[in-house]
Nanobody, 123 residues
Framework: QVQLVESGGGLVQAGGSLRLSCATS????????VGWFRQAPGKEREFVAA????????YDTHSVKGRFTISRDNAKNTVYLQMNSLELEDTAVYYC????????????????WGQGTQVNVSS
């Protein structure tokens, strides 16, 4: 069983930065891929970025456009999402999710989900 807890959300002005954290429990965390997804009001949940157990990464290049960086610290059982140059369109609830093995972009491939953290970007 893997439990996930997101933190680091909040209110930020456009152009600013935030770093989200996804703290996990479980002895085999280092064998899991972790993905970040987000859901804006009235929209479907969408993929943002993911990192495999080996460190391989995938980004949604359309929405991220080189502004976000995903990383993991296996010693701390934590995955991070550094978000720079935030835009109004980045406003959403951000969720982290975990699956065994390699990273994936489809939400149904992930078995474990956190409760989400709200990110609000203001003009």
């Amino acid at each position: 069983q893997v439990q996930l807890v997101e933190s680091g959300g909040g209110l930020v002005q456009a152009g600013g930065s935030l770093r989200l954290s996804c703290a996990t429990s479980g002895r085999t965390f280092r064998r899991y891929a972790v993905g970040w997804f987000r859901q804006a009001p009235g929209k479907e949940r969408e993929f943002v970025a993911a990192i495999s157990w080996s460190g391989g990464v995938i980004y949604d290049t359309h929405s991220v456009k080189g502004r976000f960086t995903i990383s993991r610290d296996n010693a701390k059982n934590t995955v991070y999402l550094q978000m720079n140059s935030l835009e109004l369109e980045d406003t959403a609830v951000y969720y982290c999710a975990a699956k065994f093995g390699t990273a994936a972009t489809l939400d149904y491939e992930y078995n474990y989900w956190g409760q989400g953290t709200q990110v609000n970007v203001s003009s």
